[in-house]
């Protein structure tokens, strides 16, 4: 307290000799930090991201607030405060990750302040902005070109010296959130991919998804030898043989009609042709999953009509395996038994009997490891037992693998592309001995450059960026440094960056709304549509409400991110603050996104010779699925802040 006091009124006898007479001083860590939007993690006062003492480059600061790229910070000063000073860099507990981070001050929307970027181990950078007559101050934190892995950012000893009226934290009011999709009709519709990939002799599963009153008649023309129909629920099963692609013809009927589609079934070397789409556990539940909330799960996609519209996946996340050294006799105990087959905690008591139950729903199911000795949160994995596991996780009867880095990095201390590669050459040869169809899921965070080598490697997709939290900067951080990486996906393998983080969410086992608004939730499923991502829901699906289910059941934007042809999209515009993205479509069409990052609406236009195009368009807005008119050179919209539109061209 005494070298608060001192540094206080050290603050004070400058600013005194400076103005002739005392300001007040407000240190940054005293506003209410909770308004302050940030990439990854919670800001603290006074101590790192990580919660630890603020130090960078060895030296300790007592005051500040620890935050993360890319971060935002808005105060009202109503134009009655003289100064803002701090000091920045990046903390010593990034762990020599390699960060890079610019810091960024605006005063009434004009750039004031702009570090250099700087890096690990570097000294703190003095930041000193006069604010004579500023009503609105902006604090930013950015990543240095390279995302946001491991940014660490301290703004040390930061204060805003003021007379009058004390500044504020701004408070952006969240707007209610507003319903695009159309409710399903009460007559037939088959949706989901139009191509499904299965291996010869390999245990085939698939649901028929379909909206419409029930009850539902299902049949199939053209189905490869070996598999079969079950015309009540409408899941085909078995095993082909014989390689080849397959026309079908699908039929769905009630009292009120009859609806087709034309799917092909390719029996070959490749699987997920389109990206997956079901539920992840972790963005929920975290290591608080049991069997029950899995199950649970595997109702709610049934219940809600999530699995009408395509989503098929059910995928337990880390901490279904033994801790070792836990206290807890329901987590700790022996990793392995007697023949060195991985056991599961008590939370997961009989793992067949739970795949059999969600397998009898026609739904897949995924199961997570890692190529070290340990998971990320600490529960055996694979190392040096792959094959081992691959074939228990097959006799599991998993369809999917999610394959996290995390402790390989402490026998890859300083890996190499070749280090970085090899765990998962080993795993996914332990796969391909394993008589089952396993997506594979590689998770290393987009170091060496993944999307580069990914495929070569047998993955189906691979995590290009850290974890995603459910906020602003962190969605839009990630999504939008998707550019670039298109030129690496296509059918059967994708770039992931990661799950999604609408509805309920929080890490377990406390849960809350997220943090993202209707305009940013519409954004976040926008754009990993358009870049062919898979789509993975990380919230609890027993709490699904209209809005959440308005986001995740519209055919027409998921037909986008399923469509057969497999192109990731491209960025054709970045000015202004607003960006166009572009996906080519198998039937010749082109899905445009129109996004506006900025923190005003903006009109967004898109010119045909941008994207190759010319003469009359019909435009579509997939969202409200209700065609806009023609268009012969360009298309504009008023896009609302962190906003997107999401339209099909097509050459009439």
């Given at each position: ?43 603290h ?8 003492t603020i ?9 500040g ?9 808005a ?13 920045v ?41 006069d ?16 995302g ?15 007379r009058g ?12 959130p507003y ?33 419409g009153e ?5 049949s ?20 082909a ?41 972790w ?27 395509g989503?098929?996946?059910?995928n ?27 056991r ?6 009989d793992?067949r ?11 897949k ?6 190529p ?16 081992q596991?691959?074939?228990q ?11 996290d880095w995390?402790?390989y990095?402490?026998?890859?201390r ?16 332990a796969?391909?001995?394993?008589d ?18 990914g ?15 459910d906020s ?22 994708w ?16 849960l ?13 499923i ?39 042809l497999?192109?990731?999209a491209?960025?054709?515009k ?16 082109l ?7 900025n ?10 010779n ?30 609302p ?7 099909l061209?097509?050459q009439?």
């Amino acid at each position: 307290m005494q070298k608060k006091l001192l540094i206080i009124l050290a603050v004070n006898l400058w600013a005194g000799a400076l103005f002739g007479q005392a300001p007040d001083t407000l240190w940054l860590a005293d506003l209410d930090l909770s308004q302050m939007e940030i990439g990854w993690g919670e800001p603290h006062a006074n101590r790192s991201i990580e919660g630890k003492t603020i130090t960078i480059n060895g030296r300790i600061f007592e005051h500040g607030v620890g935050t993360h790229a890319v971060s935002y910070y808005a105060i009202n000063l109503d134009g009655e405060a003289e100064r803002f000073k701090a000091m920045v860099g990046v903390d010593d507990d990034a762990n020599q990750q390699r960060p890079s981070i610019q810091f960024l001050v605006h005063a009434d929307r004009r750039q004031v302040f702009k570090s250099p970027i700087l890096h690990f181990r570097e000294a703190a950078f003095p930041v000193e902005v006069d604010l004579q007559g500023v009503k609105l101050l902006e604090l930013m934190v950015e990543d240095g070109g390279d995302g946001i892995g491991w940014d660490h950012a301290d703004w040390a000893d930061a204060f805003i010296l003021y007379r009058g009226v004390k500044p504020t934290a701004r408070v952006t009011p969240k707007p209610e959130p507003y319903v695009l999709t159309p409710s399903p009709r009460p007559e037939p519709r088959i949706n989901g991919a139009r191509i499904y990939g299965g291996r010869p002799g390999r245990p085939f599963l698939y649901r028929i998804p379909a909206t419409g009153e029930r009850p539902m008649k299902f049949s199939a023309s053209g189905l490869p030898a070996g598999l079969e129909l079950d015309g009540n629920s409408g899941i085909i099963s078995g095993k082909a043989d014989a390689k080849g692609t397959y026309p079908v013809t699908l039929t769905a009927a009630n009292r009120l009609g009859a609806a087709t589609l034309l799917f092909k079934i390719v029996i070959g070397d490749q699987i997920a042709l389109t990206p997956p789409l079901g539920w992840n556990s972790w963005n929920c539940f975290a290591c608080a999953v049991d069997d029950r909330q899995v199950r649970s799960a595997a109702q709610a996609l049934i219940a809600s009509g999530l699995a009408d519209h395509g989503w098929s996946y059910i995928n337990i996340d880390d901490c279904w395996a033994i801790k070792p050294g836990d206290a807890d006799p329901g987590l700790g105990g022996r990793e392995r038994d007697s023949q060195g087959r991985i056991r599961t905690n008590a939370k997961f008591p009989d793992m067949r009997a739970l795949t059999d139950y969600i397998h009898g729903l026609g739904l897949k199911t995924g199961i997570y490891s890692s190529p070290g000795p340990l998971t990320c949160a600490g529960y055996a994995a694979s190392y040096q037992h792959e094959e081992q596991d691959a074939l228990q996780f097959a006799e599991w009867g998993f369809d999917y693998l999610k394959y996290d880095w995390c402790s390989y990095g402490e026998i890859a201390r300083q890996p190499s592309l070749e280090d970085y590669q090899k765990p998962y050459h080993v795993m996914r040869a332990a796969l391909d001995r394993a008589d089952r169809d396993i997506v594979f899921s590689l998770c290393q965070y987009g170091m060496g450059e993944v999307w580069k080598w990914g495929a070569e490697v047998g993955g189906n997709s691979w995590r290009t960026t850290g974890d995603i939290v459910d906020s602003w900067s962190s969605m839009s951080g990630i999504g939008f440094s998707q550019a670039g990486h298109e030129w690496h996906a296509g059918p059967g393998h994708w770039n992931d960056p990661d799950m999604l983080v609408v509805g309920y969410v929080g890490w377990g086992p406390n849960l809350h709304p997220t943090r993202l608004t209707a305009d940013e939730q519409y954004t976040h499923i926008t754009l990993w549509s358009l870049l062919a991502s898979p789509l993975l829901i990380g919230c609890d699906l027993t709490r699904l409400d209209a809005f959440t289910l308005n986001l995740l059941t519209n055919d027409e934007v998921l037909a986008v991110n399923q469509d057969p042809l497999g192109v990731q999209a491209s960025r054709v515009k970045q000015h202004g603050g607003v960006e166009v993205w572009v996906k080519k479509m198998e039937d010749g069409s082109l899905a445009v996104g129109l996004f506006n990052p900025n923190r005003e609406k903006s009109v967004v236009s898109v010119d045909w010779n941008s994207l190759g195009i010319s003469g009359g368009q019909t435009v579509r807005d997939l969202w409200r699925q209700k065609d806009l008119g023609v268009y012969r050179d360009r298309f504009s919209r008023e896009v609302p802040a962190h906003g997107a539109c999401l339209v099909l061209l097509r050459q009439i």
